[in-house]
């Protein structure tokens, strides 16, 4: 059992909505990791991350990666800091992955001031900028389809997933 399809990219791409729209297109079932993540934490995100720190984040992210690439069979969209680790990259090989590629003024939009994304809860525009930076090289080593969503909407995008998937 392995997903039809793994989602990657920047906070903003539109991983979620587009997850879950390739999903029912596929007839297959969605999952956001980070949601998964917060369910077996017991609490959100930021709260894990004030409370035990990104490293103990990042571990719960790793985990979470392996056991759903082993045992789930849909579309999961996973968080945007997820390619950072080798260990989730070499995970990832193998399997397709789908990179929703996006450009800051895109991204910028589409989160906002970051509310709920602790990386984001400090200038987030500088910080964002830094983070698709930082992480765009990551996402392209990992990616089998690439996919720009600037100025697009989720529903034409997931329609050309479904297309090419």
Do not use: C, W
């Not at 995100?45 to 571990?59: K, L, N």
């Not at 996919?147 to 529903?155: I, L, M, Y």
Request: proline share 5%; no cysteine; hydrophobic share 45%.
């Amino acid at each position: 059992m392995s997903p039809r399809a793994v989602i990657v990219g920047a906070p903003g791409a539109g991983k979620t909505t587009v997850g879950e729209l390739l999903a029912a297109r596929l007839g297959v079932p969605f999952r956001d990791a980070d949601a998964v993540i917060e369910e077996r934490a017991g609490k959100p995100i930021p709260e894990i991350f004030f409370d035990e720190g990104e490293e103990h984040f990042r571990a719960l992210e790793t985990a979470t990666l392996v056991a759903e690439l082993a045992g789930f069979d849909g579309v999961l969209a996973l968080g945007g800091g997820a390619v950072l680790a080798e260990e989730n990259r070499k995970a990832l090989a193998g399997h397709t992955v789908v990179y929703l590629a996006v450009q800051f003024a895109d991204a910028v939009s589409r989160v906002g001031l970051g509310a709920g994304r602790p990386l984001l809860a400090i200038n987030p525009r500088a910080t964002l900028k830094h983070l698709l930076d930082q992480r765009r090289p990551l996402y392209e080593a990992v990616a089998t389809v690439t996919v720009s969503t600037d100025g697009r909407e989720p529903e034409e995008i997931a329609d050309e997933l479904a297309g090419r998937l």
